[in-house]
């Protein structure tokens, strides 16, 4: 897509695999739930998209995982259930969003190429 001129298409596939890897270590908290001395993790999400936005490249590298502050519970696990849970839902609405303008853009660039075909 590239080649039209298009920056948004690249940008919008980078977030959804930066999404999909946000995804994988916030389900990994939740598999350590009852792991004794655990520190849940989070990526430098919303960074690395703006940063990758301001340069029009792709990052340098996967997003930093950052350990999550959060009082520990008695066996020493740090997992916050309800934050955990919010950031999971506003992980899936930006994934679904995102998802979202991808196919409506590629929706129209087919729709052009169908009609221009005619």
Not at 52 to 72: F, K, R, V, Y
Not at 77 to 85: F, H, K, S
């Given at each position: 897509?590239?080649?039209?001129?298009?920056?948004?298409?690249?940008?919008?596939?980078?977030?959804?695999?930066?999404?999909?890897?946000?995804?994988?270590?916030?389900?990994?908290?939740?598999?350590?739930?009852?792991?004794?001395?655990?520190?849940?993790?989070d990526?430098?999400?919303?960074?690395q998209?703006v940063?990758?936005?301001?340069?029009?490249?792709?990052?340098?590298?996967?997003?930093?995982?950052?350990?999550?502050?959060?009082?520990?519970?008695?066996?020493?696990?740090?997992?916050?259930?309800?934050?955990?849970?919010?950031?999971?839902?506003?992980?899936?609405?930006?994934?679904?969003?995102?998802?979202?303008?991808?196919?409506?853009r590629?929706?129209?660039?087919?729709?052009?190429?169908?009609?221009?075909?005619?």
């Amino acid at each position: 897509m590239k080649a039209l001129g298009d920056r948004l298409t690249p940008w919008l596939e980078r977030a959804l695999d930066l999404s999909a890897k946000r995804h994988d270590v916030l389900a990994g908290n939740l598999a350590n739930i009852d792991t004794p001395n655990f520190q849940p993790k989070d990526l430098e999400f919303d960074e690395q998209l703006v940063a990758e936005l301001n340069t029009n490249q792709e990052g340098t590298g996967p997003a930093i995982e950052a350990p999550l502050e959060a009082q520990p519970r008695l066996d020493g696990n740090q997992l916050d259930l309800d934050g955990e849970i919010a950031r999971i839902t506003a992980n899936r609405v930006f994934y679904q969003l995102s998802t979202e303008v991808l196919t409506r853009r590629l929706a129209r660039l087919r729709y052009a190429i169908d009609e221009g075909g005619r």
